[in-house]
């Protein structure tokens, strides 16, 4: 049923089991003939690592979803899609499908060094042309994405839209080089969420001054109008908890 709904710049929410917390994981691509849908995740505290030692035909309690807005697709123009990390799982989709209606993508994808790089080859096969950047250098550009998106932007001039996902500090750092530009710059954003139906508040952010809650709201916003700094102290509020939830399992 996910399957048959799921579009780009959707998420779930699982949840392990009946004690597990409940995480958002955006849906990376589906499969409507077989009912499926994929989800690509970074193990970085408890509950990712548990997702991540379960093996073939395990199961988990449950999931909810599609949660969230999607994308709208169109045609654009050009547009360049930037993923950070694991971020490279959420513009898969958006990539596929901005292509399909035959915009122009440049896709470009950033890690900190070349094993943390994913989907390289699929995006390679979907996309006009792919940029690759790690921060020490050992594949592509030595460097961040958003020297490439700068050097496009100096080059061609005429982007007509930016997707971005990864790290807060990223997306803040692509909000940045496009704003003086003007061009329309689409971040995916990532706080802390429950119950993903826009009831616990946990995941407001604060857009154009105003309040939003990203379950229900986003997770799409203009870039231009997003409190970033508001954002990552919020994603520190629980890091003692979270430490402690790894240490006691
Ligand atoms: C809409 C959305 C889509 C996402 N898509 C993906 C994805 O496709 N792949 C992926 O690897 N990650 C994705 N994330 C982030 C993912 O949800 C968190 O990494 C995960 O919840 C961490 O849980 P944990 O118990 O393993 O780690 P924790 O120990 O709980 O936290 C580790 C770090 O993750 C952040 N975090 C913790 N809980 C949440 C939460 N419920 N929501 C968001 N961030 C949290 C914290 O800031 C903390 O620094 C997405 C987040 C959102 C909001
Ligand atoms: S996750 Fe609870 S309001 Fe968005």
């Known amino acids: 049923m996910v399957a048959k709904k799921a579009k780009p710049g959707q998420f779930i929410i ?3 089991d009946e004690k597990g917390e409940r995480i958002p994981l955006t849906i990376a691509d589906f499969d409507v003939q077989k009912g499926t849908i994929t989800i690509i995740f970074q193990e970085v505290g408890k509950t990712t690592k548990r997702l991540g030692n379960l093996n ?5 309690l449950d999931f909810a979803g599609p949660l969230g807005n999607p994308i709208e697709i169109k045609r654009y123009g050009r547009v360049v899609c930037i993923g950070g990390g694991v971020g490279a799982a959420s513009i898969y989709l958006k990539v596929k499908e901005l292509a399909k209606a035959r915009n122009k993508v440049i896709s470009i994808i950033g890690a900190r060094t070349k094993e943390l790089l994913i989907l390289e080859e699929e995006l390679q096969k979907i996309s006009d042309e792919l ?7 050992s594949k592509g550009h030595h460097g961040f994405v958003t020297d490439i998106l700068q050097k496009l932007i100096d080059e061609r001039k005429n982007i007509d839209l930016v997707e971005a996902v990864g790290p807060v500090i990223m997306m803040k750092a692509v909000a940045n080089v496009t704003r003086p530009h003007n061009i329309r710059t689409i971040v ?12 616990c508040g946990s995941c407001r952010v604060r857009v154009d ?3 939003k809650f ?3 709201d986003g997770p799409e ?3 231009h109008g997003v409190d970033f700094d508001h954002l990552m102290t919020r994603l520190q509020r ?3 908890e979270e430490k402690l939830a790894l240490v006691l399992g």
Request: with cysteine; charged share 20%.
């Open 214 to 216: 990203t379950c229900v």
């Open 131 to 137: 940029y690759i950047t790690t921060d020490d250098g």
């Open 209 to 211: 001054g105003e309040t």
């Open 238 to 240: 629980y890091l003692t």
């Open 56 to 60: 073939e035909g395990d199961q988990i």
């Open 188 to 199: 995916s954003l990532n706080p802390i969420m429950v119950d993903g139906t826009g009831m």
């Open 14 to 16: 699982l949840r392990i």
């Open 221 to 223: 916003f203009d870039a």
